[in-house]
C-alpha cells in the first residue's frame, strides 16, 4: 500500500499549490465524471456543479476586479461604470413604475427604490455575461500567445500566473459554455419568476401534459378576463417575448410593486373623498391618485386621475 500512501501525499501537495478558482474547477471536472458514469441520473450533481463554476467564476472576477482597482486609472474606470451603471438602472426603474401607474414616479419614490432593487440582480446577470464575454476573450488571445510564443523560445513568465497556468486557462475556457448556460437558466428563472420550471437537461413537465386536459384549461381560460401571459425567455439564439426593448416586464415584479405601493405607501385615509377599498397618493393639490383593488387588473390593481373633491380643499381655477 506504499503506492497508496505515496499518491495520496502527491495528492496533498498538488491540492496546496492550487488557488480558490483552481480547486473549484478541478471538483466540477470531477462533478462531470461522476454525472456522465451515473449515466446522466444524478441531478443533485449538477446542482454542486452550478455551485461550484458560480464560486470559481466570483472569483476570477473578483481578483480581476482587485487588480483594476490597486490602480489610479482603474479605480477611476470603475467610479465611472458605477456612476453610469446607476443612473442607466434609475431611469430604467423609472420607467417601469410610470408604465404600472400611469403617472410620473416621482410621487411613489419609495416604489421605484423597491423596483430598482427588485430589477438590479437581473441587470447583475446581463453584466456578469459581458464581464464573461470579455473574459473568454482576453483568456484566448492569452492561451494564443503562450502557444506562439514557446515554439520561438520565448519564455513568458509574464503570461504565467500561478500553479498550472495552461491547465487552468484549458479548464476555464472548457467550462466557461456551461457556466453561460447555467447563467442562462438563472436568468430565465428569474425573470419568469418559476425557478421551478426550470429545466436545462430534460424536456419541461409542461410538455407532457394531454391534449385533451390542454383543451380543458384553454375553454376554461376564455371564460374568464383574459391574462396576459409571463414573459418567456428563450437563450442561445431563440426569440425573447415578455421583454420589451431594453426594460424588462416582469410581471412578479410588477405584482410585487404594486402590492407594495397599494398596502405601504399610498394613504388609507385622506381628507380628499374615498370610496370603499380606495388608497390615494397626493399628486398636486386639486388632483389625486385613486388605487382601487380590481381582479380583472393584470397586476391586481387599478389606476386613475381624479380630482381632490376635499370641501375643506383649494377649488382649481377654472380655464378662460
Known amino acids: ?3 497508496l500512501s505515496d499518491w495520496r501525499q502527491r495528492g496533498g501537495q498538488i491540492w496546496q499549490q492550487l488557488d480558490l478558482s483552481q480547486r473549484c474547477y478541478l471538483i466540477s471536472a470531477l462533478l462531470v465524471l461522476a454525472w456522465l458514469l451515473s449515466f446522466n441520473s444524478q441531478y443533485w450533481l449538477l446542482g454542486l456543479l452550478g455551485v461550484s463554476l458560480f464560486i470559481a467564476v466570483v472569483n476570477d472576477i473578483w481578483q480581476g476586479f482587485l487588480r483594476i482597482w490597486h490602480s489610479l486609472p482603474g479605480k477611476a474606470f470603475i467610479l465611472v461604470c458605477y456612476a453610469v451603471l446607476a ?10 413604475v410610470n408604465n404600472l401607474i400611469g403617472v410620473r414616479p416621482e410621487v411613489v419614490p419609495f ?17 456578469a455575461f459581458v464581464l464573461l464575454s470579455a473574459y473568454l476573450v482576453l483568456h484566448s488571445i492569452k492561451l494564443m500567445l503562450l502557444v506562439m510564443l514557446r515554439p520561438l523560445g520565448v519564455r513568458s513568465h509574464h503570461l504565467q500566473d500561478g500553479s498550472y497556468p495552461k491547465l487552468s486557462l484549458a479548464a476555464r475556457l472548457c ?32 410538455a407532457q401534459v394531454q391534449p385533451e386536459e390542454a ?8 371564460e374568464v378576463v383574459p391574462k396576459q401571459a409571463d414573459p418567456q425567455v428563450k437563450m442561445f439564439g431563440g426569440e425573447i417575448s415578455g421583454l420589451s426593448g431594453i426594460n424588462p416586464e416582469v410581471r412578479w415584479i410588477n405584482r410585487s410593486v404594486a402590492w407594495f405601493l397599494y398596502q405601504i405607501e399610498s394613504l388609507s385615509k385622506s381628507q380628499c373623498l374615498m370610496q370603499g377599498a380606495e388608497h390615494l397618493v397626493h399628486l398636486n393639490d386639486y388632483e389625486v391618485l385613486v ?3 380590481d381582479a380583472k387588473q393584470p397586476y391586481g390593481y387599478q389606476y386613475q386621475v381624479r380630482a381632490c373633491g376635499s370641501a375643506t380643499g383649494p377649488v382649481p381655477r377654472a380655464s378662460h
Open 175 to 206: 467550462f466557461l459554455p456551461l457556466i453561460f448556460t447555467y447563467m442562462g437558466a438563472a436568468m430565465t428563472g428569474y425573470v419568469t419568476g418559476d425557478t421551478a420550471a426550470i429545466d436545462i437537461f430534460r424536456e419541461p413537465a409542461a
Open 111 to 127: 416604489s421605484v427604490n423597491l423596483t430598482l432593487m427588485l430589477l438590479a440582480p437581473f441587470w447583475s446577470f446581463l453584466l
Open 87 to 96: 443612473n442607466f438602472c434609475f431611469a430604467l426603474a423609472d420607467s417601469s
Open 215 to 222: 383543451a380543458a384549461a384553454q375553454a376554461d381560460e376564455t
Open 291 to 293: 388605487i382601487t383593488p
Open 1 to 3: 500500500m506504499q503506492w
